[in-house]
């Protein structure tokens, strides 16, 4: 018997619907099914211990997939454009899911990441558009666009683990409402909200000392901010558009406020704010 098929065998078999992966084999290779447009079902008869990058990228007929229990890492991309995937079960011994890990799985409505997690890679869940809520495992860094244009999302919950969140990271949801940013995080990135066209509030934890360019920009909704007295820049075009903010507190701490934070929203034209644009 063999003990492994090697990387992208079984690559762009349109006609494959259904595999059962023999017990002499323990590694799914790189691209093994990428591109089987039509499987929907693979069994394993055996302890898999790894599989590989991009190994299920574009199986756009999979609906449901169970994680074996002995994988430890989702490689990255591994089911990227798994457009039909709804249900997926991460067990508790993955600590790491990889970037694009479930990028465009379209039908993607629900998933549990274990606590065991401790990293999760850039744009790991970007255009889930059917994903409603998520609660973030006990990580350090949310990464770039980790949830970009996850246009279902309304509800986040960030532990109090997490110090920083990258670039873009929530941008374009925009079924987002509300988000408790926990007190532990200290450096917000460029346009992590923007176009979260229905988020209404939002308090900036202490210890954040910029509000970077474009993190709000095009939150139409957005009504109420508390910015802390440890903030002391506001970046380009912050808030441009926010066309619903029409008071904001500025503390004292504030030094630098770009000439076009506040473009395009109505606090924008308060005498006070214009005094201290620079």
Wanted: charged share 20%; net charge negative.
């Amino acid at each position: 018997s063999f003990t492994k098929i090697g990387n992208g065998v079984f690559k762009d078999c349109k006609a494959l619907t259904q595999i059962t992966i023999p017990s002499s084999i323990t590694t799914i290779s790189d691209s093994l099914f990428e591109d089987c447009s039509k499987l929907t079902e693979v069994t394993f008869l055996s302890e898999i211990t790894s599989i590989g990058k991009f190994a299920f990228y574009g199986c756009e007929s999979l609906k449901e997939f169970t994680i074996p229990s002995t994988i430890t890492t989702l490689s990255d991309s591994v089911f990227n454009r798994c457009y039909s995937l709804t249900h997926i079960k991460i067990p508790s011994s993955i600590t790491q899911i990889g970037e694009k890990a479930f990028y465009s799985c379209f039908a993607l409505n629900d998933i549990e990441i274990p606590s065991s997690v401790t990293m999760i890679g850039i744009s790991a869940f970007a255009h889930c558009r059917s994903l409603t809520h998520i609660e973030i495992p006990p990580i350090q860094i949310l990464r770039e666009n980790v949830f970009y244009h996850c246009k279902a999302l309304r509800k986040v919950t960030i532990p109090d683990t997490v110090t920083s969140i990258e670039y873009g990271c929530f941008q374009n949801c925009e079924s987002l409402t509300e988000i408790f940013i926990p007190p532990s995080v200290e450096c917000i990135g460029r346009a992590v909200f923007t176009c979260c066209e229905k988020l209404e509030k939002i308090e900036i934890p202490h210890g954040v000392k910029i509000i970077e360019p474009f993190t709000f920009e095009n939150c139409h909704s957005l009504s109420q901010v508390i910015i802390p007295n440890t903030v002391t820049e506001i970046g380009n075009q912050a808030f441009d558009s926010c066309s619903s903010l029409k008071h904001i507190d500025i503390p004292p701490s504030v030094k630098t406020i770009a000439h076009d934070s506040f473009c395009s929203c109505p606090v924008g034209e308060n005498e006070e704010i214009k005094k201290l644009i620079s």
